[in-house]
């Protein structure tokens, strides 16, 4: 293989590890968020995934670990499908499962720091997608 062609496939290999940095992984987008929040069962078992209290499904543990990243960076690297299964997650525990999603916050976000930030940013118009 000429110079020339291995330095073309360093540069995309390059873009393509920078690209997989930027975002989260989109393996698990096709779960169905909507199945597993209709179901109190389906929910405690992803809360005490995340709380450490039972072990995880693989995208549990997925979740488990890039909810710090994303808790710090607003889910910075959340496609829109996944910012916006976010914002359904966090509307649903709130108003459905309350005592799971206090449970939550106290393990995650102990301070309500990224809470707030994120209810302000929604507060102010700022855009999902």
Do not use: H
């Amino acid at each position: 293989m000429n110079n020339n062609i291995k330095s073309v496939l360093l540069v995309i290999l390059g873009v393509s590890l920078c690209y997989a940095d930027d975002q989260y992984t989109s393996k698990y987008d096709n779960i169905d968020l909507d199945k597993i929040l209709d179901s109190k069962r389906l929910v405690s078992n992803y809360v005490q995934c995340l709380l450490g209290t039972k072990g995880c499904p693989p995208e549990g543990l997925e979740l488990k670990r890039t909810l710090p990243d994303a808790l710090k960076t607003q889910c910075a690297k959340c496609s829109c499908f996944q910012r916006q299964g976010a914002v359904k997650a966090i509307q649903r525990l709130q108003k459905d499962y309350p005592d799971e999603w206090k449970l939550l916050l106290d393990k995650w976000d102990p301070k309500r720091e990224s809470l707030a930030k994120f209810e302000d940013y929604v507060k102010k118009g700022g855009k999902i997608c």
